[in-house]
């Protein structure tokens, strides 16, 4: 076949010589030059066609491979009037001409997107992170202070690396440990956002179900487990990739080939149940997955905002990336991100960080796969949800020893938990992520302590927060302040969201039979001594007739009001009065 097209060129080489004129002859010429992928021979061929073709009606051809030469350079005005020619010689019943209006609509959308560009200025992270030919699926930590990603050279195999920053630069680039990266490829990895938590892939090597699998390990200290495969309710006999954990790890959405999907490669979710067990991967259904590829999927640590790549809606070049919100497992219309973050090259794996400040991605570009970054735009911080860090130790109150302890973050209003994250079993560090506004309350357990609350109002709040939690041990004439009980000023009805604290007070008692408390009320020195000492009396009261109703036997709970005589500190403040107005239990 390859001697009678060199045949064919040479013989219309020589009636080039004699006459030029032929429109067919360029044509033919054009396709041959198509078949040998030598672009810029055939778009002379096929241009010199369309420009002998005055009725506009012959040779489409010519016209699509035009056209879509132009969109991939983002010559977005020559490849609208080559398609529409295209568009308007193609048989409505044709795949072609689904493929053509595909193809117009990121037309229309490139000229959009190009007149109002982003203002963003993309750069490549250090050269010390760009350490080898390839550097794909970057992840950070919520505090931003670790990045771990996949590196190889191109005689390589794939390996995860991490880097921390120290003095605001990034240290030379290690391999993540030795139980994760193996002789075969290990990559594209995620991580929850305190960085004890990882899932990764790996195609070989280790046992798993099909071609791609997805492991997890877990960091305690500086040590990783062994990864274990997350077995077949994630995994299946097809590539599975390119995984994205939510924040607290309860949440993972990946990439993968199976069928029953929407079409080539598509974006799945699984979560784990009560038991903290991987549950059945779902399809995240139209809204996202095309006939062709979706894949990179990223959930931002706010945990509704969902960055993923595509290749099948329209967009810029081969894969964009875009912005969907899901909720309730459904997700809203998804957004193409725009220019300049899509060009004509492959945008994949994009990662913003906790704070919605700054992103990080890669791109492919001549045979070469580097990080970039950039600060996110008004345009973009404003469709995502922001969120605040908060990490410290949890410790015992007098030894100061570290506590393995589980942290839950409700919400207030609701009574909704919203992430549970573990402290390190080794260091007692943690980090959690909080929504960036409304009220929540951070509860502290450890076993055989008393829980420790925290409440967060970011309606006003404006940064992250280093805390370190001091956990007080249940034992004989200890006290501690129940932090989230609420009254109506002068009065000793409960509030509602008082009942979350509750029953926390009551689960412990329901764990601890031999365990008995005095409820004791304190006031500030507003107001009437009398009245103070009778509000304080009945405020106690109430906390009891809560627990005696949920339960717990009236004999082992002793009410006692104080009025204003006992205050923690002085009251010569309204913050002060605060600390002082106060609901305290006593372990007997």
């Given at each position: 076949m390859e001697r009678n097209y060199e045949s064919a060129v040479n013989n219309f080489n020589k009636y080039f010589e004699k006459d030029s004129s032929l429109q067919e002859a360029h044509f033919r010429m054009g396709q041959i030059y198509e078949s040998y992928k030598n672009q810029p021979k055939a778009t002379f061929f096929y241009k010199n066609t369309v420009a002998k073709d005055s009725a506009k009606v012959n040779f489409v051809q010519a016209y699509t491979y035009l056209g879509s030469r132009a969109l991939e350079k983002h010559e977005f005005e020559d490849a609208k009037k080559y398609l529409t020619v295209s568009l308007q010689n193609t048989n409505k019943n044709s795949i072609i001409y689904q493929q053509l209006l595909k193809q117009l609509k990121s037309v229309e959308f490139?000229?959009?997107?190009?007149?109002?560009?982003?203002?963003?200025?993309?750069?490549?992270?250090?050269?010390?992170?760009?350490?080898?030919?390839?550097?794909?699926?970057?992840?950070?930590?919520?505090?931003?202070?670790?990045?771990?990603?996949?590196?190889?050279?191109?005689?390589?195999?794939?390996?995860?690396?991490?880097?921390?920053?120290?003095?605001?630069?990034?240290?030379?680039?290690?391999?993540?440990?030795?139980?994760?990266?193996?002789?075969?490829?290990?990559?594209?990895?995620?991580?929850?956002?305190?960085?004890?938590?990882?899932?990764?892939?790996?195609?070989?090597?280790?046992?798993?179900?099909?071609?791609?699998?997805?492991?997890?390990?877990?960091?305690?200290?500086?040590?990783?487990?062994?990864?274990?495969?997350?077995?077949?309710?994630?995994n299946s006999k097809f590539w599975d990739s390119q995984p994205s954990l939510s924040s607290d790890g309860s949440k993972l959405f990946f990439s993968s080939e199976r069928p029953f999907g929407q079409g080539k490669k598509d974006i799945w979710m699984s979560q784990q149940d009560e038991n903290g067990h991987w549950m059945k991967a779902i399809n995240l259904g139209p809204g996202i997955n095309t006939n062709l590829d979706e894949v990179s999927p990223f959930i931002h640590a706010n945990g509704f905002s969902l960055f993923y790549s595509s290749n099948g809606k329209p967009g810029l070049g081969k894969f964009d990336i875009y912005l969907t919100t899901i909720k309730n497992l459904k997700s809203l219309e998804s957004v193409n991100l725009g220019y300049p973050i899509n060009t004509?090259?492959?945008?994949?794996?994009?990662?913003?960080?906790?704070?919605?400040?700054?992103?990080?991605?890669?791109?492919?570009?001549?045979?070469?796969?580097?990080?970039?970054?950039?600060?996110?735009?008004?345009?973009?911080?404003?469709?995502?949800?922001?969120?605040?860090?908060?990490?410290?130790?949890?410790?015992?109150?007098?030894?100061?020893?570290p506590l393995y302890s589980s942290i839950?973050?409700?919400?207030?209003?609701?009574?909704?938990?919203?992430?549970?994250?573990?402290?390190?079993?080794?260091?007692?560090?943690?980090?959690?992520?909080?929504?960036?506004?409304?009220?929540?309350?951070?509860?502290?357990?450890?076993?055989?302590?008393?829980?420790?609350?925290?409440?967060?109002d970011f309606s006003r709040k404006t940064s992250s927060n280093q805390l370190d939690i001091h956990m007080q041990k249940i034992e004989k004439d200890a006290i501690e302040v129940l932090q989230n009980i609420f009254f109506d000023s002068g009065s000793s009805i409960l509030r509602k969201e008082s009942d979350i604290e509750l029953n926390k007070l009551k689960d412990i008692l329901s764990k601890n039979q031999t365990l008995k408390v005095e409820i004791s009320g304190h006031t500030d020195d507003v107001g009437n001594d009398a009245f103070n000492l009778d509000l304080s009396k009945k405020r106690a009261n109430s906390v009891v007739d809560f627990l005696v109703n949920a339960g717990i036997g009236k004999e082992r709970i002793n009410a006692k009001g104080f009025g204003e005589t006992l205050p923690k500190v002085k009251n010569d403040s309204e913050e002060n009065r605060q600390l002082n107005r106060r609901i305290e239990l006593k372990f007997l």
């Open positions: 490139g000229l959009e997107a190009i007149a109002h560009p982003l203002n963003i200025k993309p750069e490549p992270i250090e050269p010390i992170i760009n350490f080898k030919d390839k550097q794909y699926f970057p992840v950070l930590t919520a505090d931003n202070q670790t990045i771990i990603f996949t590196a190889r050279g191109n005689e390589e195999d794939e390996n995860i690396y991490f880097s921390v920053k120290k003095n605001e630069t990034w240290t030379a680039p290690k391999s993540i440990a030795s139980e994760i990266n193996t002789p075969y490829n290990e990559g594209t990895c995620s991580i929850s956002a305190d960085g004890k938590i990882m899932v990764f892939t790996s195609c070989e090597g280790r046992e798993g179900f099909g071609s791609c699998d997805l492991f997890i390990t877990k960091r305690e200290g500086d040590q990783w487990s062994t990864p274990k495969n997350l077995g077949e309710n994630v004509p090259d492959d945008e994949l794996s994009l990662f913003i960080t906790a704070d919605g400040q700054s992103a990080y991605y890669s791109v492919d570009k001549d045979n070469s796969v580097k990080l970039f970054k950039f600060t996110i735009p008004v345009e973009l911080s404003d469709k995502i949800d922001r969120t605040f860090y908060l990490k410290g130790y949890v410790l015992d109150q007098k030894t100061q020893k839950e973050l409700v919400n207030t209003v609701t009574g909704q938990k919203v992430s549970k994250f573990l402290s390190d079993p080794i260091t007692g560090d943690y980090m959690v992520i909080l929504p960036g506004d409304g009220e929540y309350v951070m509860y502290v357990e450890t076993p055989n302590y008393f829980f420790k609350s925290v409440k967060f």
